[in-house]
């Protein structure tokens, strides 16, 4: 039989764990796409008049992705997110207080495959951000085309996750009062591509627009580092030079995301192949503020000197904990 089932004996928490993982997995894979077909089966049914009344819905609603969105709290302490959080698990760990007077960038480090901690921590209260940084609201910033999707724009809006892009960041740091911490995830689809398990890569040499970001708006910076995202998923990697490689590069240049070939834990049993994580330990660390000023024009000189001051509060923090989250004493953190 192709299907290789858990045993019966498995724990109930094991299998909500389990089951809160996959649907969080194939929201990514499936729900976006879904919905939009679903959109067009719509169209060209006899139920045309549901999609024009929503076409018209997602007319007025189009900029509510760049306004703050629709976040909603109960839907962020979902019981479905601490069991999502279990599987692994994922813990938050606090370097320092962050004040609820300030506004902040938060950089999040490494991309992964899918981000998982990343969304885990800021974008649910599964791992208690509220209770550790009391008074401090915490914004994901995801890919903008996903806000133009029906259905799924709402379900991330939701969850306090906003469009990685400036018109809806400077809001949030400049309409929202104070202490607003923007999540940037800074590497993004080309980090994806070097997650590999054991790895330690980021890609952050010439990603400078979130300091600029920062500065513009009189936000601190804060470098955060998850232990362990790398190792929840196994990825076939291309050599550089490859027609497959290239491939990955031109979709992920024109469509803004690298399609990864990756091996995760069977869902049903202990198969070979599944889309699901492995459930490996996850530790986000986020480390100690780094001052800001207000400069409405920055300089490059000054985006080049607070970026310089961020990378070296990244290697801090992540040569700090990498013992205590599983890492050898001669592991380095490797910036491209």
Known sequence: MWIDFAPLNVPLDRRLQTAAVLQWTLSFLALAQCSLVLYILLVCSQ????????????????????????????????TLWKHFANY???????SAALSPDKNYVLGCHPH??????????????????????????????MLAGVFRLPVYRDYCMSAGITPVNKESLKYLLTCCGTGNAVCIVVGGAAESLESNPGEHTVTLSNRKGFVRLALENGADLVPVYSFGENDIYEQVHFPPNSKRRKLQLLFQKYIGFAPCLFK???????????LNPFPRPLTTVV??????????????MEVDHYHALYIDGLKELFNEYKVSCGLLPSDSLKII
């Open 88 to 94: 692994f698990p994922i813990k938050l760990v606090q």
């Open 264 to 274: 995760g834990k069977a869902v049903f049993g202990d198969g070979s192949w599944g």
């Open 287 to 300: 480390g100690r503020p780094i001052r800001v000023p207000h400069c409405p024009v920055p300089s490059e």
């Open 47 to 78: 139920y045309w008049a549901l999609a024009a009344l929503y076409s018209v819905w997602l007319y007025i609603d189009w900029d509510t992705p760049s306004t703050g969105g629709r976040r909603w709290e109960r839907v962020r302490s979902f």
């Open 112 to 141: 992964g495959i899918f981000a998982t901690s990343s969304f885990c921590n800021f974008g649910t209260e599964a791992t208690g951000f509220s209770e550790i940084f009391p008074g401090v609201r915490p914004w994901l910033a």
